[in-house]
């Protein structure tokens, strides 16, 4: 199995669960998170010191 191939099966078994997602959207943490939520993925933010994210 090559590496790409290795990739697309771990982005396709959902839901991921996704460390780092700051609640500020102006930071890379919650854009990441935003554009794959956007693009229909299931991600489940992780931030030890927030109670919601982005809804």
Known sequence: MGKLQQIQDFIASEPIA???????P??????AFRELKEKGMNIIPVNPYAT???G
């Open 18 to 24: 996704m460390a780092g997602v700051s609640r500020d």
């Open 26 to 31: 102006k930071k890379f943490g919650f854009a």
């Open 52 to 54: 919601e994210i982005h």
